[in-house]
């Protein structure tokens, strides 16, 4: 993909989110975990998915890769410390329009298993402090027509350069184990995985860190 432009966008269009929602929809469809964030639901997946977008844009970094006028993949960023500076009424308000949406049931499940479990395990796999202390890795999307073209290494690129350069580290988490592959073949080690247990059926969860 000669023709594929990566560039950092700080200030996001609506048309460039409204597109980077419909392609998070698009390639997280028959994901397990999104079945199982949404309550079972997946009628409220794309404002799941809006508030991941605009989480990233507003409090992180967004890289988008455009072949000409269409959104091929992105990825949001939160750099060191940037997560738990977030405030939190704020946080809340992005993430209304999903959480107004979601039921009961998957409001518990959030709060009581899968977000506790979730924060555990990464510490387990990268230390308390790992996933703060160093860049990680949001959010990565490639449109599913436009998956193993290589999308995923030119976004991934410039912004590991530029955090090597500081000497910082970069972690992150998946749920697809096509993934896996992806990113062992970006420079990753894989750091854990697991099963996570949900009323909705269980999705995995793989841990990913990569030194500076």
Known sequence: MSDLT???????????????????????AGDAAMYAFCGGDMSIHPHLARAMVI?????GELWTAMEGDELVGYMT????????????????????PFLNRLSEEGKAYTKNAMGPEFTSFVARCIGDTGKHDGWW???????????????????????RRKIAERGEHIALSTTSHRNVAIYKRLGFGLRGFRMMPCQWGDWALYVFYQKP
């Open 6 to 28: 990566v560039q950092r966008v700080f200030e996001a269009s609506e048309e460039l989110i409204e597109d980077a929602v419909q392609l998070t929809v698009d390639a997280m």
């Open 137 to 159: 890795l949001r959010v990565a999307m490639v449109r599913p027509g436009k998956q193993g073209q290589g999308v995923a290494r030119k976004l991934f690129e410039p912004v």
């Open 55 to 59: 989480e990233g844009i507003r409090w």
């Open 77 to 96: 960023w939160f750099p060191p410390h940037t997560e738990l500076a977030i405030p939190k009424e704020e946080r809340a308000a992005v993430n209304a």
